[in-house]
């Protein structure tokens, strides 16, 4: 079924008509932004694939890590007392997926050198156990100078590493 969907900014009204959504909705908007993002052009150093399957992921991050035993970080609310660091020669190993945005399952799949992946454990004021995903882009060097979390910072691009969470739903598969 997934591989009959069509999925393509060439598509849209014809995605739109199919699940029933209105043109000019902030969901069709946001179908849009999807497919637009999906087409993109990867920045430096980057392979990407929107997959629209769990198949498709699968195939995917077995094409970018190769037959190897993988670790899945993800963030879940519950926890354990451990810390898992990713070592820097694993970097060539990595793959995020990140849910998007589209009526059905799509996942923005992409692997980029000079990362460094994390799962943290942290406890919140509140008692509850979160143990999450980070991940730390190491060279940003190539990344758009207009990138919301430089200004944040108050950092240009190639000058500092960007670390961040990853929030529920959103995986790192590191080969080991």
């Known amino acids: 079924?997934?591989?009959?969907?069509?999925?393509?900014?060439?598509k849209l009204t014809e995605i739109l008509g199919l699940f029933n959504i209105t043109w000019g909705?902030?969901?069709?908007?946001?179908?849009?932004?999807?497919?637009?993002?999906c087409e993109e052009k990867p920045i430096e150093g980057e392979i990407k694939h929107c997959v629209t399957s769990l198949e498709a992921m699968v195939d995917f991050v077995k094409a970018e890590i190769g037959n190897r035993d993988?670790?899945?970080?993800e963030t879940t609310v519950k926890g354990g007392v451990h810390q898992l660091v990713v070592p820097k020669q694993e970097a060539?190993?990595?793959?995020?997926?990140?849910?998007?945005?589209?009526?059905?399952?799509?996942?923005?799949?992409?692997?980029?050198?000079?990362?460094?992946?994390?799962?943290?454990?942290l406890l919140g004021s509140n008692g509850v156990v979160v143990d999450t995903?980070?991940?730390?882009?190491?060279?940003?060097?190539?990344?758009?100078?207009?990138?919301?979390?430089?200004?944040?910072?108050?950092?240009k691009p190639g000058t500092e590493p960007i670390c961040h969470f990853l929030p529920r739903g959103h995986l790192i598969f590191a080969g080991k």
């Open 1 to 10: 079924m997934a591989k009959a969907t069509p999925f393509s900014s060439t």
């Open 25 to 37: 909705s902030l969901e069709a908007k946001a179908i849009q932004q999807t497919l637009e993002e």
């Open 70 to 73: 993988v670790n899945v970080i």
């Open 92 to 121: 060539k190993a990595l793959v995020s997926c990140h849910p998007e945005s589209y009526p059905k399952a799509v996942y923005y799949c992409h692997k980029i050198t000079n990362v460094e992946a994390y799962k943290v454990h």
């Open 133 to 155: 995903a980070a991940i730390c882009h190491i060279d940003t060097s190539a990344w758009s100078p207009h990138y919301l979390g430089f200004k944040i910072l108050k950092v």
